[in-house]
């Protein structure tokens, strides 16, 4: 394999966890402390199970009734934990409780009150992350994070949610604006270190640990400011396939 130019689904996702090791040896982390979350959102069954046989074992999608397929199909290999990490309509909340270990993108109460029933339900806690937008672009999902006023409106549903017995609230998902710089995206990161430390001083009861930020044109920064968890797709699955044309 060349090492600047790996071509098989293995050796970009060896290619990426080396990468990851870099980033967190300087930024004096443990490459340890960051979970690699494979993207593998439009790209079928048997490019997953290639990424699975190179030792992933923590995969997220972005659309439920895609995904589902995938999950059924998949099944008989163990160890899998899959995460939704796309917009949840509260319309498929049901779904997603049941065929998901971690959702990434929590973004209203009334959407955490869906799955929290629906857990109960299948009984199983759900490990949750709260998406926040911190960028402020109406393209992005999440609770408003980028003002004063819209952070103030938050606190007292977080509180709510925080209360719902079938959710486990482990930590912040956030999206940065794509740049062709990553550096750019560095502010970004850092508005959500700093609203996972109000949370830490307002809800100390609460694990905010996990920090869920950092996707293929960015996760380096994202490790520099405290990623704990990066998800990355077409640095490891390569192109997706969208009705009959190829997403770079």
């Given at each position: 394999?060349?090492?600047?130019?790996?071509?098989?689904?293995?050796q970009?996702?060896?290619h990426i966890?080396e990468?990851?090791a870099t980033?967190?040896r300087k930024?004096n982390r443990?490459?340890?402390e960051?979970?690699?979350?494979v993207?593998t959102?439009?790209h079928?069954?048997?490019?997953?199970r290639?990424?699975?046989?190179a030792?992933a074992?923590?995969?997220?999608?972005?659309?439920a009734?895609?995904?589902?397929?995938?999950?059924d199909e998949?099944?008989?290999?163990?160890?899998i934990?899959?995460?939704m990490?796309g917009?949840v309509?509260?319309?498929?909340a049901?779904i997603?409780?049941k065929?998901f270990d971690?959702?990434?993108?929590?973004?209203?109460?009334?959407?955490?009150?869906k799955l929290?029933r629906?857990?109960?339900?299948?009984?199983?806690k759900l490990p949750?992350?709260?998406?926040?937008?911190?960028?402020g672009?109406?393209?992005k999902?999440?609770?408003k994070?980028?003002?004063?006023?819209?952070w103030q409106e938050?606190?007292?549903?977080?509180?709510?949610?925080l209360?719902?017995?079938?959710?486990?609230v482990?930590?912040?998902m956030?999206?940065a604006?794509?740049?062709?710089?990553?550096e750019?995206?560095?502010?970004?990161?850092?508005?959500?270190v700093?609203k996972?430390?109000?949370?830490?001083k307002?809800f100390?009861?609460?694990n905010?640990?996990?920090l869920s930020m950092?996707?293929s044109g960015?996760?380096?920064?994202?490790?520099q400011?405290?990623a704990?968890?990066?998800r990355?797709?077409?640095?490891?699955m390569?192109?997706r396939?969208v009705?009959g044309?190829?997403e770079?």
């Open positions: 394999m060349d090492a600047a130019n790996p071509t098989t689904i293995s970009r996702y060896e966890l990468r990851i980033a967190a930024s443990q490459a340890e960051i979970q690699l979350v993207v959102k439009l079928p069954a048997v490019s997953i290639e990424v699975i046989t030792g074992r923590h995969l997220g999608e972005n659309y009734d895609q995904a589902l397929p995938k999950i998949l099944r008989d290999l163990p160890g934990h899959w995460h990490i917009h309509q509260s319309r498929k049901g997603v409780a065929a971690f959702i990434h993108s929590l973004d209203s109460l009334k959407l955490a009150e929290d629906y857990s109960a339900q299948y009984t199983k949750v992350l709260l998406e926040l937008n911190v960028s672009e109406g393209s999902s999440g609770f994070a980028w003002h004063e006023a819209g938050l606190v007292p549903d977080l509180a709510k949610i209360a719902l017995p079938n959710l486990e482990r930590g912040l956030t999206m604006p794509y740049f062709d710089m990553p750019q995206a560095r502010p970004y990161f850092r508005k959500l700093s996972q430390a109000a949370l830490q307002l100390p009861g609460t905010w640990n996990e950092g996707m960015d996760f380096e920064v994202a490790i400011e405290g704990t968890i990066v990355i797709g077409t640095s490891i390569g192109p396939q009705s044309t190829v770079y």
